[in-house]
């Protein structure tokens, strides 16, 4: 493996107003830290993009992480060990690591995962069979006390935790009806992923569209992004249904927190809301991968990806992303397998 | 018992718009309906002003009970039998019966209880010991999974329905601290009900209030009142908190549901909230009366009423309780014992 003599990163310039720009973000160029015992350094070569980033560049005190202008942005990444003083970590080994966005980056192994790559093509370790699948794995399959024959909604429906919570609630027997923001996406989800209806939120009333698609109402919705769908969701709600809050993305680039919806529908329907966070789950990783890395090669779970080439592509990847124009896992190719 | 030779009755004159006023009232006055093979008439002795009448003058399809205007309104009493002509119900029997704002009204006996007026005032009936009581009663046994030690919170905490979720909290345990509108109110959950602490609503700050009042922030809320209270309680969540929904009183009064409040504190408490219906619930009516009516006769349960004399008093009280400005269980007497 060649080392390019320098470590090129992008940093938070300022805090996003609205929706983030790439004038948002500035690159610059530093030499590479060398490991000090007990560590290792690695090499990106997948970055995972997630709109929690857009949070947490607001310095939101709820993230155990902290960006403040001139810090490398934050990012989940596949990455290869080149030199290691780390006895658990050897070069060349492969892993996940939050190296952030750019090429290099030294780590203590705390909270790294080696990966396979013969197993699972290593970018899904960052989508379906990382972080994002487990969120989707775990409301499904802790919070949600699914039954079959249950009517499932998830939002953000062809991204990779929608896809997931859909996917894992259709394989436990389900009737899993998907929102998202164009036909295209709507027609994977029926058609590749299985959903057996999806809506798309931009061709008008979804409150009216969501009542069609669910004659016998929603008896369990997967929220992944809060705002007008979540509060469309409430007024289709079946008795006792349940409601996994796991995002807001709506709301990440608002400087102000928007109002939610108003909530006597959940009364009415002795609903439950449940919040979640990926990080009290993370003892269900190995059962994720099995899972849902059984079904991959068993041709019964899909998902897709949405790569961007190069380092200096992630802004507008995120941006893209922010804005609801990926399509599929949002991942930036920092460098070659 | 000598019966006066008409059935004066109030009935809801329009739909109100916004806070109820006297002139949303009319009365008129006509003959006594006998009653059929099968029922039985009732003079109403007590009635019980609760706050869902309000949303169900709004014609909201989410109750059971409509009103048109025209109609009389309704409303739980305490009642005795008149005259009869069924098999369970005699001449002389105290019941918890739906009369609704009348003198006398005829039942077929559906949904009547039988009152034991030496077991317990019969005005309690209405109110600790009634179906306000098995809300807070139901929602803090069977919803709110409470442990000893923890902190609730409950608003509109010197009513029935919150007096009863706060002290049943209390005697399991719990610190209790509610939220209430006057100083007096505040007062009174201190020295009579036992609560830790109570926060006056009106005082300025809610948010930095309930920081003060819970150090170890709040386990379990018992929400009588949707709106600014509720977020103000999401802002001081402590983690797997738990959320009791059981009324909206300020949005009754609006003809377009009020926006919520933002869920992300939801999402990071990793909290659960649940809707509370109370007609769920009434198989618990005789142990709710056990356990609270043990606890009154002990002296370790207190509850405060608030009655209004004679029936063309009712608009009037419906009122003031809709402003807030009752203090205790808002209680109507009709006739005397």
């Known amino acids: 493996m060649r080392l390019s003599q320098s470590n090129r990163r992008i940093l ?33 070569i997948l970055l995972s993009l ?57 780590s203590n192994g705390q909270g790294v995962r080696k990966l396979n790559p013969a197993r699972a093509p290593l970018s899904a370790n960052l989508g379906v069979l990382g972080m994002p699948g487990l969120t989707g794995y775990a409301g499904v399959i802790v919070l949600s006390n699914l039954k079959a024959g ?16 859909g996917q894992i609630a259709r394989l436990r027997g389900a009737r899993v009806v998907g929102i998202a923001g164009s036909d295209e996406k709507c027609a994977y989800a029926i058609n590749e992923l ?21 004659p016998n109402k929603i008896d369990m919705y997967f929220d992944n992004v809060g705002g007008d769908t979540l509060a469309a969701v409430l007024k289709n709600l079946a008795l006792h249904a349940r409601i996994i809050l796991c995002g807001m993305i709506e709301a990440y680039n608002m400087a102000t927190p928007p109002p939610g919806p108003f909530l006597g529908p959940v009364v009415g329907a002795r609903a439950t809301m449940k919040g979640l966070v990926v990080y009290d789950h993370l003892h269900l990783m190995p059962e994720l991968q099995r899972v849902v890395g059984d079904a991959i090669r068993a041709g019964t779970f899909h998902y897709r990806e949405d790569i961007s080439e190069g380092l200096a592509a992630a802004p507008e990847a995120f941006c893209r992303l922010m804005r609801g124009d990926n399509f599929g896992k949002a991942l930036v190719r920092v460098a070659a397998l």
């Open 194 to 214: 299985g959903f057996a209806d999806c809506v798309n939120y931009k061709s008008g009333d979804l409150v009216a569209q969501l009542n069609r698609a669910c």
């Open 50 to 106: 997630d709109p929690y980033y857009r949070n947490v560049m607001k310095n939101n005190p709820i993230y155990a992480e902290r960006l403040v202008p001139g810090d490398v942005m934050i990012g989940e990444t596949v990455a290869q060990i080149v030199a290691s003083r780390h006895n658990d970590f050897a070069v060349g080994d492969y892993i996940a690591v939050r190296n952030g966005w750019q090429e290099f980056a030294v």
């Open 12 to 44: 938070m310039a300022r805090v996003p107003q609205g929706l983030p720009t790439p004038a948002d973000f500035s690159f610059d160029e530093v030499s590479i830290t060398p490991p000090n015992d007990g560590e290792f350094l690695s090499r990106t």
């Open 150 to 165: 249950e009517t499932v909604v998830v939002s953000a429906a062809t991204g990779p935790v929608g896809s997931t919570a």
